[in-house]
């Protein structure tokens, strides 16, 4: 599983290893640098999604430095790593440097895991924050209705990716740029209720919307969908479900930070003409 690429520039070189190690621990691929020549060669042949530089590398706070090595970076966004001083405090000239020269983070060193996975949830908000639209994963087994509610989904405007079960979810998908998973409860493997409390508990920006029949006429839907509100679903879909509930399902936990009206009324205006009369 690849959650995402980045591009580490360090001319120290055991340093840039073992943050190479501590990337691949978060299941992220690395690729090392060691001067500027040969981030340029990387950039030009290989897309990333993070660059994380060391801002002690020669020359490389300089605005033609840095504006050189981002005319390739495909709108990756630059974390500058910095050195921490003996009192424990972030060098202030290396910070101010790091911002001026335009960093989207600054990550002071050395740092542990806890730090490197805040700076990698920060680098899928940031792509997320610029994708022109909502990216829904659908998670199905029956192949039938899984085309069906990825291709009405598509006719909305979401961005469709989908997985057979919570187990192809979770290692064929990077979650963190997901913003709503639409599941199926009673599938195979893991299953949708433990999917569910585990995409919770570590993509908190996720939205869940929970569907599932009965099991028999004693554990009905209503069971069901009520252990997968309990394991943290934001929205619930009995089965069977026409594709307008469905589209109104995902409409609802969608929530734009700046303006969560308009966007629902856009959803709703999408919803709307598809099912006009």
Known sequence: MNL??????????E????????????KWTSVLSFDQRMAMRQLKANRFHLLLFDAYTDGITKPQALECLRSESHDAPLALMSDHVS????MKSAADAAHMAGADFVLPKPFNQDKL???????????RKRMKEHHILVVEDDPE????????????GYKVSWAANMEDAFFDHNLGMVDVVLTAVLIAGIGGIEGTAQIK????????????EGVDDKITAVHVLAAAKAAGADALLPKPYTMRDMLLGVASVIRAKDAPEEVTTA?????D?????
Do not use: P
């Not at 209705?145 to 909305?156: A, E, G, I, N, Y």
């Open 267 to 271: 959803a709703q205006d999408a919803i």
């Open 145 to 156: 209705l899984r085309s069906d509610v990825c291709r009405v989904l598509k006719q909305v």
């Open 4 to 13: 995402g690429s980045v591009l580490i520039l360090d001319q120290n070189r």
């Open 273 to 277: 003409a598809i099912f006009a009369r």
């Open 15 to 26: 340093q840039a290893q073992r943050i190479s190690t501590m990337l691949g621990a978060q």
């Open 201 to 212: 508990r570590d993509w908190e920006h996720v939205r869940v919307v929970a569907a599932s």
């Open 87 to 90: 009192k424990g405090q972030l």
């Open 117 to 127: 996975k805040t700076l990698l949830a920060d680098t899928n908000s940031y792509h």
